[in-house]
C-alpha cells in the first residue's frame, strides 16, 4: 500500500524554536508538497518540489523553508516557530505527470506556544 | 485565478439518503479533479480521481461526475451511512504544467442514525 508518511503526528514546540517537520513517501513521486490547514481559510501551499534539490514557493511561504536532499524526503522547517504557525500542516506527493491524483499523509498538528 | 467553492458548507442528513455533493471551479482548463474525504484531525484520504478527458468515475457507493465546460463536478453517494460523516473536499489540478492543487473550503457531512 503506498503512503505518505508525516514523523509526528502532534507536536507542541515553543515560540522562537527551530522546527523541522519530516515527510517521506514510498511512491517514488516526483512532486512532494507542503500545505497548512487552517478553519475558515481551507488548505494553503507553502512550498513545492519537482525533483531533488528543486523547491517553489506556494502562496504562503513566508517564514518557512523546506529541503529535499533525496527523492523520498522532504523538510518543512520553521526557522523561528510563531504562533501563527500553530496549525495542522499536510504533505502530499504525486507523479511528475500528475497521473494518479495527489496523495496526501496524516498530518502534523503543530502547536506554538 | 482558479477558485474552487463548495456549496453547502454543513449537511446533516438521516442515515440512507442519496447525497450529491457540489463542486465548481471557475477556470476550465483543468487536468483533473479529485475528491477527498478528511475526518476529524487526519490527513486527506483521496476517494476518486477524475481525468479531465472523462465524464466520471465510480467506486463502490460513489460517482463522481465532471463537466468541465460548465466547470462543475458532483459527489454523489447513495445509501448514505453514519459512517459516511465526514468533510469532503473537491480539488482541481490546472492544465499547463502547474502542479498546484487547487481546493475548496470543503463540505462537513453528517449521516444521522
Known amino acids: 500500500d503506498v503512503k505518505v508518511t508525516q514523523s509526528s503526528r502532534y507536536l507542541v514546540k515553543r515560540t522562537g524554536e527551530k522546527v523541522f517537520l519530516e515527510c517521506v513517501q514510498d511512491?517514488?513521486?516526483?512532486?512532494m508538497f507542503w500545505y497548512r490547514q487552517d478553519p475558515g481559510l481551507g488548505l494553503r501551499l507553502i512550498y513545492f518540489?519537482?525533483?531533488?534539490?528543486?523547491?517553489e514557493k506556494g502562496d504562503i511561504p513566508e517564514g518557512y523553508s523546506v529541503s529535499r536532499e533525496k527523492k523520498e524526503r522532504f523538510s518543512l522547517i520553521l526557522e523561528s516557530a510563531s504562533t501563527n504557525q500553530t496549525s495542522m500542516y499536510l504533505c502530499?506527493?504525486?507523479?511528475?505527470?500528475?497521473?494518479?491524483?495527489?496523495?496526501f499523509g496524516s498530518g502534523t498538528r503543530l502547536t506554538v506556544v | 485565478k482558479q477558485e474552487v467553492t463548495q456549496i453547502p458548507a454543513a449537511l446533516s442528513v438521516p442515515e440512507g439518503e442519496n447525497l450529491v455533493l457540489n463542486c465548481s471551479f471557475t477556470d476550465s482548463a483543468i487536468y483533473n479533479l479529485q475528491w477527498f474525504r478528511q475526518d476529524p484531525g487526519k490527513g486527506l484520504t483521496s476517494l476518486l480521481l477524475?481525468?479531465?478527458?472523462?465524464r466520471e468515475q465510480t467506486s463502490g457507493r460513489l460517482n463522481a461526475s465532471l463537466d468541465k465546460s460548465s466547470g462543475r463536478s458532483t459527489l454523489y453517494i447513495a445509501a448514505s451511512q453514519p459512517g459516511d460523516s465526514a468533510t469532503y473536499l473537491c480539488?482541481?489540478?490546472?492544465?499547463?504544467?502547474?502542479?498546484?492543487?487547487?481546493f475548496g473550503k470543503g463540505m462537513k457531512l453528517t449521516v444521522n442514525p
Open positions: 480539488a482541481v489540478s490546472k492544465q499547463g504544467g502547474s502542479e498546484k492543487l487547487v
Open positions: 477524475i481525468q479531465s478527458s472523462q
Open positions: 518540489s519537482y525533483d531533488v534539490k528543486m523547491k
Open positions: 511512491m517514488d513521486h516526483e512532486n
Open positions: 502530499a506527493s504525486s507523479l511528475f505527470t500528475r497521473l494518479g491524483g495527489y496523495t
